[in-house]
């Protein structure tokens, strides 16, 4: 019974001797070093240091905010001024009756007016770009083409019967082809 002490005072040994040796192996290298205390002290400092400029930053925004929050109210009541007096111009306009419309524009032509000669399409299949002519827009050049004139040399050649009879047939343009002077202007481009 002594042998079988002495092996487990000798195994009780060698535990409490490894158990030591672990033990100050974990204390030993699990505690920090200086170098690594003084990273974590310089990352501190920096994590401090870049606050404080966020701060800064912060309360910089801030100020700029109510400023220009200032200046959007100060323009805001420009606009309602401004409103107000359009407004009123608008009210005055309004108050003005307005003028009489002017009268068609009578042709000098007394005789009978008669349809001058049209193409039903045009020449080459390519019409000239009626727009050129001063007074003639996208929907008259529309309703030319529905007459049948696509070029210029057509309305040039027009005799005084034959613009009175285009002057009476363009609806809701009456008068334009005498008022706007195309026959010159037709005569210019041809």
């Known amino acids: 019974m002594s042998y079988l002490l002495t092996q487990m005072f000798l195994y009780m040994l ?10 100050w192996l974990l204390w030993r290298y699990g505690q920090r070093s200086s170098a690594e205390y003084d990273a974590l002290s310089a990352k501190y400092d920096a994590l401090g240091k870049e606050r404080d400029d966020l701060k800064t930053n912060l309360d910089a925004c801030r100020t700029r905010s109510a400023s220009e929050r200032e200046a959007l109210e100060a323009m805001r009541a420009e ?7 359009l407004d009123a111009a608008g009210a005055k306009r309004q108050a003005v ?20 000669e049209g193409l039903s ?3 080459g299949g390519k019409a000239d770009d009626l727009q050129q002519i001063s007074g003639v827009g996208p929907k008259m050049e529309r309703m030319l083409h529905g007459l049948g004139y696509y070029h210029f040399d057509q309305i040039a050649n027009w005799t005084p019967a034959e613009v009175a009879w285009v002057d009476d047939n363009l609806e ?18 041809a």
């Open 97 to 116: 009756p307005p003028a009489p419309a002017a009268a068609p524009v009578a042709s000098s032509f007394t005789g009978t007016a008669s349809k001058p």
């Open 172 to 189: 809701g343009f009456k008068g334009r082809a005498t008022r706007d002077e195309w026959i010159p202007q037709a005569r210019k481009l």
């Open 79 to 85: 606009k309602l001024e401004l409103q107000a007096k």
């Open 14 to 23: 060698c535990t409490f001797l490894l158990g030591l040796i672990l033990g």
């Open 121 to 123: 399409a045009p020449r």
